[in-house]
């Protein structure tokens, strides 16, 4: 079965500093990876998935993060971030086969102050 | 592009009575739905796959006869809380997966049981 590690469940940073929340999975099988935002009190919006191809896959706002097979990562980054990029963010797997759910890690608290 | 439709976006129910949940998929077909839960703070902890016409996989710890799932059509699944308790507030969270959009999640559900 798959898992997915968050490192940090909290990162405080400055408007306009750049961030990295880090993700790391564990799977036998070929995964894809997603990051899903969270705003309290709202559900889920996709922020940026891997599915195949290109390892390097970007938001429309801003965010890109990186597949990397041999460190079973998929950090995302951005390098100037905004008050309203304040949320929750999730890094999640899912089995490359039919009807597989999403694993979910713990989530990361972005928290950027002015 | 895909939307689901949750509903109840928030519900309040006394102790012992039962609520239900709609999850309903709008212009697609999904595959596959699946109902989380998430507390406070944390992540989201998957509680069951469902596929239409067939009963539910619950994951290891959730109560089969408490949380009810019904997948009566392609487009449409209910989570029934029997018999609800204040330990089952939560937030309920539906996804439906689907070969042309992947996963597309519901708005969620706060249940507040009292």
């Known amino acids: 079965a798959q898992s997915v590690t968050q490192l940090d469940s909290q990162v405080p940073v400055f408007e306009e500093a750049p961030v990295e929340l880090r993700c790391n999975y564990s799977?036998?099988?070929?995964?894809?990876l997603f990051w899903y935002v969270q705003y309290p009190n709202q559900g889920l919006q996709l922020l940026l998935k891997?599915?195949?191809?290109?390892?390097l896959v970007e938001s429309i706002n801003g965010f890109e993060a990186e597949f990397n097979k041999s460190q079973t990562s998929f950090h995302l980054r951005k390098p100037s971030v905004h008050i309203s990029d304040t949320a929750e963010y999730f890094c999640?797997?899912?089995?490359?086969?039919?009807?597989?759910?999403?694993?979910f890690g713990k989530g990361t608290t972005l928290s950027v102050s002015s | 592009g895909a939307v689901v439709s949750q509903h109840p976006s928030w519900v309040i129910c006394k102790s012992g009575t039962s609520v239900k949940i709609e999850c309903r998929s709008l212009?697609?077909?999904?595959?596959?739905m699946f109902w989380y839960r998430q507390f406070p703070k944390q992540s989201l902890m998957l509680m069951a796959t469902?596929?239409?016409?067939?009963?539910?996989?619950?994951e290891q710890g959730v109560e089969k006869d408490k949380f009810l799932i019904n997948h009566a059509s392609l487009t449409l699944s209910t989570l029934t809380v029997t018999s609800a308790h204040p330990e089952d507030s939560s937030f309920y969270i539906c996804?439906?997966?689907?070969?042309?959009?992947?996963?597309?999640f519901g708005s969620g559900t706060r249940l507040t049981v009292v």
């Open positions: 996804s439906a997966k689907s070969e042309v959009y992947g996963y597309t």
């Open positions: 799977s036998s099988v070929s995964v894809y």
């Open positions: 891997y599915l195949s191809g290109s390892t």
């Open positions: 999640a797997v899912s089995e490359n086969q039919a009807g597989t759910a999403l694993i």
């Open positions: 212009d697609f077909q999904a595959t596959t």
């Open positions: 469902s596929n239409e016409g067939s009963k539910a996989t619950y």
